[in-house]
């Protein structure tokens, strides 16, 4: 069975700082991945997804993703943090055996502060 | 937004007592989900639905049913809440499965049982 980890489950950056989100994965087959936010009481909305066409994925918001298969690592990150970026984020992977459902990391909460 | 709406998106409720929750789709995605979210555990599916009326167990599944009379939608019924039912779910919706697929999720219905 395919897992992730998220190795941090919180994060604190100042406004302006980079964004590093860590995500490791194990699985039997050549996953396909995905990084998902959710802001306060909302609903969770995909930031990018790896599908095997290139190792460093660029998403929504200035964030990007590198897929690194010697290290299983897809860490998040995003040059310059915003207030706005404030949320949890989420790394999920999907299985490629049976009905390929995705398997979520636990989250990792963002604070930026000021 | 993908057309996902949740309802009800609050709802208190007494142990023992019968819960459904529904959830309605707009775009017509054959794949429908139920997840909840507890902290600590991400999210984790319970049930999941391939077509009107074919429907089968994610992970955590035991005290929930599901159906699916239409395409558009997905009802998740709690036949005897329990306190550990506490959470917030979230529905979700997909056209396909398949390495580049993603899914797309509504906005949640947090269920609290006293």
């Known amino acids: 069975a395919q897992s992730v980890t998220q190795l941090d489950s919180h994060v604190s950056v100042s406004e302006g700082t980079p964004v590093l989100l860590r995500c490791n994965y194990s699985?039997?087959?050549?996953?396909?991945l995905f990084w998902y936010v959710q802001h306060p009481n909302k609903g969770l909305q995909l930031l990018l997804k790896?599908?095997?066409?290139?190792?460093l994925v660029k998403g929504i918001n200035g964030f990007e993703a590198e897929f690194k298969k010697s290290e299983t690592s897809f860490h998040l990150t995003k040059p310059s943090a915003h207030m706005s970026d404030a949320a949890e984020y989420f790394c999920?992977?999907?299985?490629?055996?049976?009905?390929?459902?995705?398997?979520f990391g636990t989250g990792t909460r963002l604070l930026v502060s000021p | 937004d993908a057309g996902i709406t949740q309802s009800p998106r609050h709802k208190v409720t007494e142990t023992g007592t019968p819960v459904t929750l529904r959830c309605h789709q707009t775009?017509?995605?054959?794949?429908m989900y139920w997840y909840r979210q507890d902290p600590g555990h991400g999210l984790r599916l319970i049930h999941y639905?391939?077509?009107?009326?074919?429907?089968d167990k994610g992970e955590v599944s035991d005290g929930y049913s599901v159906s699916r009379s239409k395409t558009e939608d997905f009802l998740l019924t709690l036949e005897s809440a329990t306190s550990s039912q506490t959470s917030v779910y979230f529905c979700?919706?997909?056209?396909?499965?398949?390495?580049?697929?993603?899914?797309?999720f509504g906005q949640g219905t947090r269920l609290t049982v006293v």
């Open positions: 979700a919706i997909s056209e396909r499965i398949g390495e580049n697929t993603e899914a797309f």
């Open positions: 999920v992977v999907r299985e490629n055996t049976g009905f390929q459902k995705l398997v």
């Open positions: 699985s039997s087959y050549s996953p396909s």
């Open positions: 775009e017509n995605h054959r794949y």
């Open positions: 639905s391939y077509g009107v009326k074919d429907t």
């Open positions: 790896y599908t095997s066409a290139a190792t």
